[in-house]
């Protein structure tokens, strides 16, 4: 997930990390990303709804052309997402949303978004779509949504020289502990029926 | 456009014609990616719709990590995109849609367009989205708008036997000429008032 800083070698160690964290679920060690992009592809063959993660931003700068086969990129740079990661529709309603692990026990840092971020998701409430976090605390492998409008919440409070974090404990008392299925290994879809279409 | 095919001398000589075929508007030399993505981010500053080109998939297969400086892709491949180009959020609706040039004076060729970016177009409006494809005849400099509903017709038509192109005739019949504006290029955004909107 941080590709841009160059720490591959710290993302393969979390992943282990990951693994002794396993406590409550038959979770072996998948990212939050192969978790997500599972329970979307579980989606989609449903027919529940249409969401996709979009391509890692590539900033391509040299190109091999080889005669009778295929191009060959032997320069590029990792860039900086400007929106969120995933989006689609669901219920007719525009999703969009971020994912997020964190190895830290007691809280989630708020510099995991940037503000480029954060602006992105703002417009996307104001034009009527449902935009949250997916937050997984890997300590524990709890797997949070939180709403848009709770970030901005600690967002605002940051700003004005607050936390410059969500606790566990915030997280547990403002988001919605997402469910583990089967197939929907990260069944975030539940929690939205819960918050906008409950009868 | 063409990446994949690794055809990037012809997308160039493309661009040259694009010039040469430029009768009526001021439009010197952009690609109509550029021209969308002009109008995007009009449309983005105006707080009008919050659509987004998704990044180039690439396949990454080596990437160098420099002490003190950024990661570098030294190999990669370019991927078949499995949805559509562009997506976002205009007066609450969801928004997918592909773009496509051709150099061709009488028809656009079907074949632009692959089985499973029409099984995702077909999801989309499954599920409550609008969707359609924006196609330049260059040669014109004419862009239009071509609801899904109708390209599915031609599709259907072609998996019976009938044509494996929309003609320029039909393109005018069925689709709507997207007009030119200053800021926003293609200006689609007007064409969805038209047709979804209207009082």
């Avoid at 900086?80 to 949303?97: E, M, P, V």
């Avoid at 915030?170 to 997402?178: C, H, T």
Wanted: glycine fraction near 6%.
């Amino acid at each position: 997930m941080n590709y841009p800083n160059g720490n591959n070698k710290s993302a393969r160690s979390n992943r282990t990390s990951n693994v002794l964290g396993n406590k409550m679920y038959g979770n072996r060690g998948m990212t939050l990303e192969e978790d997500i992009n599972t329970t979307n592809q579980y989606y989609l063959e449903a027919n529940k709804a249409v969401i996709h993660k979009k391509p890692t931003p590539v900033q391509i700068v040299k190109v091999n052309y080889p005669k009778r086969s295929a191009a060959v990129i032997t320069e590029a740079y990792f860039k900086q997402a400007s929106t969120t990661d995933y989006n689609g529709l669901y219920r007719q309603k525009h999703i969009d949303f971020e994912a997020k692990e964190t190895k830290n026990k007691t809280f989630f840092p708020l510099a995991n978004i940037h503000e480029h971020q954060l602006e992105h998701m703002k417009s996307i409430v104001q034009h009527g779509g449902i935009c949250f976090l997916i937050i997984r605390f890997r300590y524990y492998n709890e797997t949070f949504y939180l709403p848009f409008e709770k970030l901005l919440m600690f967002w605002n409070d940051k700003l004005n020289g607050g936390r410059k974090s969500i606790s566990y404990q915030q997280m547990k008392e403002e988001g919605f502990l997402i469910p583990f299925q089967y197939q929907a290994r990260v069944d975030y879809l539940s929690i939205i029926d819960a918050l906008y279409f409950a009868v």
